[in-house]
Nanobody, 117 residues
Framework: DVQLQASGGGLVQDGGSLRLSCAAS????????LGWFREAPGKPREGISC????????YYADSVKGRFTISRDNAKNTLYLQMNSLKPEDTAMYYC??????????WGQGTQVTVSS
């Protein structure tokens, strides 16, 4: 079974940093693109970053560009999201996901990130 286990969320002050991890199992990790999404109360789920499986090329939403860095360790089957210069508006539940052909088809459970002002 495909499993994605996100961790690393927490409470941090405005301007602080966190690193999220997503441990994957049940599939050939380096064959798939992966992504991070977030969902704040009352807002739709937002795709914030993704990374390819082949050459680790990455994409960032404008809202996080320059502050967040996505990476993957194919030897450890783990996806990461380094989040720097966090802002209160980054407060959300963060999810990792595995892509199918063009859209995510497997989701991990969320990890809560709360940024206090």
């Amino acid at each position: 079974d495909v499993q994605l286990q996100a961790s690393g969320g927490g409470l941090v002050q405005d301007g602080g940093s966190l690193r999220l991890s997503c441990a994957a199992s049940g599939f050939d990790f380096d064959d798939y693109a992966l992504g991070w999404f977030r969902e704040a109360p009352g807002k739709p789920r937002e795709g914030i970053s993704c990374i390819s499986g082949s050459d680790s090329s990455s994409y960032y939403a404008d809202s996080v560009k320059g502050r967040f860095t996505i990476s993957r360790d194919n030897a450890k089957n783990t996806l990461y999201l380094q989040m720097n210069s966090l802002k209160p508006e980054d407060t959300a539940m963060y999810y990792c996901a595995r892509y199918g052909l063009a859209t995510p088809n497997y989701w991990g459970q969320g990890t809560q990130v709360t940024v206090s002002s």
